[in-house]
């Protein structure tokens, strides 16, 4: 009795969690499955049709939805070893005892805990072409000026770089953890052995960080395919849709555009994608942990 007693109590206390997980996540989903098989416009309720799936058919057809997972896809493949290598490189110097460092480790965090939206209106007058800081910076060594967001090759880059600069703080904070959990007896015995701080690095600190660093490389990994914001304030997909990206294209689409049926189709397309690259990823992560145990 006492047991069902528990139970209940315990079923009371994870409620409220159940019913914003249906509101917000299952009920969504389940909605935008069913409106991905019909022709629905937001301006038009009343005359949403069922269409099997000529919504799926046109979206391997979409060239920009195409154009935007080649974009996304660029932008995995750089942010994840930029974005985590500097993350490390930051940790590594704020383990130190050494003056400031309390100074140092809010100051390469803050960029974490200013909005999104507002790190990208700063970058877009520090890269603008005429009159941006990064161009007169170029200019005292004599480097012409760039166009930088209005160029189809080095908007992406761009965007990049303000990502991986706006995310590595709070990455950084993990490493440190990590690091500061490495016990020192272990650095101890690799010096005694004859180890310099390189091969202390690449024997201890690296196999060690092992579960911090395939944790990160996840969530950067799964954050990375969300990209919306930056070409959202930056650079509205362009030029020539060289930023844009599937979530930007499918709110677009979905609230600009008002046909929410082939936005819901998109969405359930870049989710299933989404979850089969962290899938991958993963199995990748764990073979590589199992190869080196």
């Known amino acids: 009795m006492k047991k069902n007693r528990n139970q209940i109590i315990g079923y009371f206390f994870i409620m409220p969690a159940i ?95 200013v909005s999104l939206v ?56 993990i490493f440190l953890a990590g690091l500061q959990n490495i016990p020192a007896e272990l650095y101890e015995a690799a010096t005694i052995d004859g180890a310099n701080k390189w091969q202390q690095f ?18 950067t990994f799964i954050s990375a395919f969300k990209l919306i914001t930056q070409p959202m304030v930056m650079t509205q997909g362009g030029p020539m849709n060289s930023t844009m990206t599937p979530v930007y294209y499918i709110y677009r689409t979905g609230f600009t555009d008002r046909q929410l049926g082939y936005a819901s189709a998109m969405s359930v397309i870049y989710g299933l994608l989404i979850i089969i690259f962290t899938v991958i990823q993963r199995k990748l992560s764990g073979k590589e942990d199992l190869s080196h145990d």
């Not at 022709?39 to 949403?48: G, V």
């Not at 166009?147 to 908007?155: D, I, M, V």
């Not at 690449?202 to 969530?219: D, F």
């Open 202 to 219: 690449l024997n201890v600190t690296l196999p060690m960080l092992k579960p911090t660093s395939v944790m990160i490389l996840t969530t």
């Open 19 to 113: 019913i914003l997980l249906l509101l917000f996540l299952f009920i969504p989903a389940g909605m935008s499955i069913y409106y991905s098989f019909t022709n629905y416009n937001i301006l038009a309720p009343q005359d949403r049709v069922f269409i099997a799936l000529q919504n799926y058919v046109q979206i391997f057809k979409d060239p920009v939805f195409i154009k935007g997972l080649q974009n996304v896809l660029l932008f995995v493949v750089f942010i994840i070893p930029i974005q985590v290598g500097l993350a490390l490189g930051l940790a590594l110097i704020v383990n130190k005892k050494r003056p400031w460092n309390t100074f140092f480790k809010v100051a390469f965090f803050a960029p974490v805990v």
């Open 118 to 173: 507002v790190t990208s209106v700063l970058w877009l007058y520090i890269v603008n072409p005429e009159q941006g800081l990064l161009n007169g910076l170029l200019s005292l060594v004599h480097i012409k000026p760039q166009p930088f967001l209005t160029s189809e090759k080095q908007a992406m880059f761009v965007i990049i770089g303000l990502s991986a600069w706006q995310g590595a703080g709070y990455q950084m904070l």
